[in-house]
């Protein structure tokens, strides 16, 4: 199995901050790698799919890049509806996996 | 669009088998452009991935799980299906049920672009 490790696993981060997830897989994953965000009591929701594909309307502060075993998600100016947790997931090869998240939080 | 509902049992007795459904609209679900999966995730913890079917039946179960779980698909009613066998406390999660985005040429993208809302599901006598 492919192990994805993200970190932090959680953070406090003011509006208009610029906000870096980091997600590392075990192996290389190519460019296989999606981001979600996740609120409370709901579905995740698909953000950047195939490391920095911008899924249809997200909006345009999230970015996805890396390749290979390092990837990062970044939001360039937090705002107060990004709280959340956020999973990186590879898509590489069965079984499909999931990073541990980190947690979002306003201050 | 697709939309996706999960349904079945909110309560299952520890050994028993747990059945959900996963019914979808918006889309055929024998058509190649989509697969269509299982996901797990136990209250205040991440997400597992317990497996997929694609329309022609053949299926990709996690190791962890793969004893246990049966999933099943049933065009004339556009639903499928997962089946989880002895369950334990451990078993106790929501389950969502999520479809890749599109499939085209065999190479399919957007993964879980979709997600049913989610049910919960607790093992207990």
């Known amino acids: 199995d492919i192990h994805m490790t993200q970190s932090p696993s959680s953070l406090s981060a003011s509006i208009g901050d610029r906000v870096t997830l980091t997600c590392r897989a075990s192996?290389?994953?190519?460019?296989?790698l999606n981001w979600f965000q996740q609120k409370p009591g709901k579905a995740p929701k698909l953000l950047i799919y195939?490391?920095?594909s911008l899924e249809s309307g997200v909006p345009s502060r999230f970015s996805g890049s890396g390749s290979g075993t390092d990837f990062t998600l970044t939001i360039s100016s937090l705002q107060p509806e990004d709280f959340g947790s956020y999973y990186c997931q590879q898509s590489h090869s069965v079984p499909l996996t999931f990073g541990g998240g980190s947690k979002v939080e306003i201050k | 669009q697709v939309q996706l509902q999960e349904s079945g049992p909110g309560l299952v007795k520890p050994s028993q088998t747990l059945s959900l459904t996963c019914t979808v609209s918006g889309g055929s679900i024998s058509s190649d452009t989509y697969y269509w999966n299982w996901i797990r995730q136990p209250a205040g913890k991440g997400l597992e991935w317990i497996g997929r079917?694609?329309?022609?039946?053949?299926?990709h179960y996690n190791p962890s799980l793969m004893s246990r779980v049966t999933i099943s698909i049933d065009t004339s009613k556009n639903q499928f299906s997962l089946k989880l066998s002895s369950v334990t406390a451990a078993d106790t999660a929501v389950y969502y049920c999520?479809?890749?985005?599109?499939?085209?040429?065999?190479?399919?993208?957007?993964?879980?672009?979709?997600w049913g809302q989610g049910t919960l599901v607790t093992v207990s006598s």
């Open positions: 079917i694609y329309p022609s039946g053949s299926t």
């Open positions: 195939e490391t920095s």
């Open positions: 999520a479809s890749v985005g599109y499939c085209r040429g065999g190479i399919c993208h957007k993964e879980f672009a979709f």
């Open positions: 192996q290389s994953i190519a460019g296989y």
